[in-house]
């Protein structure tokens, strides 16, 4: 990488590379020091926080469900496996494993798609087939706000029921 000393990545001197870490860690973590010089703060976190999660050999079938609806919307937004995982800031074989369900999926992990795809959570794990509730929420998802905001009021008046403000 450049002329960086053997244990650092240039432009990001501060960043040791340990034996085992991937270039895509030290990419990430790359992105985060230079997020925090920019003086934008933390970013999904602190390195110390990162967690390797082990890699399963059978898919768990809730994480295969999960896996399942990210690389629908993946597919949905023309995105190939590489350029979602750019934007996630996830490895692409991690992104691989988690469409499979082979990874275990962390809160960070579901945080970072949901970022990289430009939607709430909410909507990595609902599933049109479950239920009624999560049918409406994915014909929402196609919507816009404004369209949004008027049928929530038109079943806000129907209904009489109010949504409680945190």
């Keep these: 990488m450049g002329s960086a000393r053997r244990g650092e990545v240039a432009g990001a001197p501060d960043l040791a590379i340990a034996s085992h870490a991937s270039r895509t860690d030290v990419l990430v973590n790359l992105k985060r020091s230079r997020h925090r010089r920019a003086g934008r703060g933390s970013f999904f976190g602190s390195p110390e926080n990162h967690i390797i999660m082990p890699r399963r050999t059978v898919p768990e079938p809730f994480a295969l469900k999960v896996g399942t609806r990210i690389r629908e919307l993946r597919k949905e937004r023309g995105l190939s496996l590489g350029k979602l995982a750019d934007a996630c800031y996830l490895s692409k074989g ?6 499979h369900g082979l990874a275990a999926i962390t809160i960070q992990t579901i945080e970072r798609l949901a970022y990289g795809f430009g939607v709430p ?3 990595l794990l609902t599933f049109a087939a479950d239920d009624e509730r999560a049918k409406t929420a994915e014909l929402l ?3 816009s706000n404004a369209d949004v905001r008027r049928i929530r009021r038109r079943i806000q008046e129907e209904t009489g029921v109010r949504v409680k403000r945190s």
């Design 141 to 143: 998802r196609g919507m």
């Design 94 to 99: 991690h992104l691989s494993s988690v469409e």
């Design 121 to 123: 959570p909410l909507y």
